[in-house]
Nanobody
Framework: QVQLVESGGGLVQAGGSLRLSCAASGRTFSSVAMGWFRQAPGKEREFVATINWSGSSTYYADSVKGRFTISRDNAKNTVYLQMNSLKPEDTAVYYC?????????????????WGKGTLVTVSS
């Protein structure tokens, strides 16, 4: 079992930046894909980004491509989401997730662990 704890959420103005962190413990962090999802009030949870075990491969949702960057520091057992040029529509609770592979990250039953989420609010 992997335990995930997000941090870094908060209030930011449109056009601003925010960096989210996800600390992992339990199972080997460096051996699994990590990713971020988000869920706005009244909407379904949606995929944001994922990164493989080594950090050599990343994949992003079209809505955040070019603005968000996912990275990881295996020595610290931490994955990050750098969010730039934030828009009001980015407002959501952001969740960290762990999976065996990047492909499994977007499978219904592919997620091995979820964080409890951190709220990001982007004002106009």
């Amino acid at each position: 079992q992997v335990q995930l704890v997000e941090s870094g959420g908060g209030l930011v103005q449109a056009g601003g930046s925010l960096r989210l962190s996800c600390a992992a413990s339990g199972r080997t962090f460096s051996s699994v894909a990590m990713g971020w999802f988000r869920q706005a009030p009244g909407k379904e949870r949606e995929f944001v980004a994922t990164i493989n075990w080594s950090g050599s491969s990343t994949y992003y949702a079209d809505s955040v491509k070019g603005r968000f960057t996912i990275s990881r520091d295996n020595a610290k057992n931490t994955v990050y989401l750098q969010m730039n040029s934030l828009k009001p529509e980015d407002t959501a609770v952001y969740y960290c997730a762990a999976a065996l592979t990047m492909t499994a990250m977007t499978a219904v039953h592919g997620i091995n662990g979820w964080g409890k989420g951190t709220l990001v609010t982007v004002s106009s």
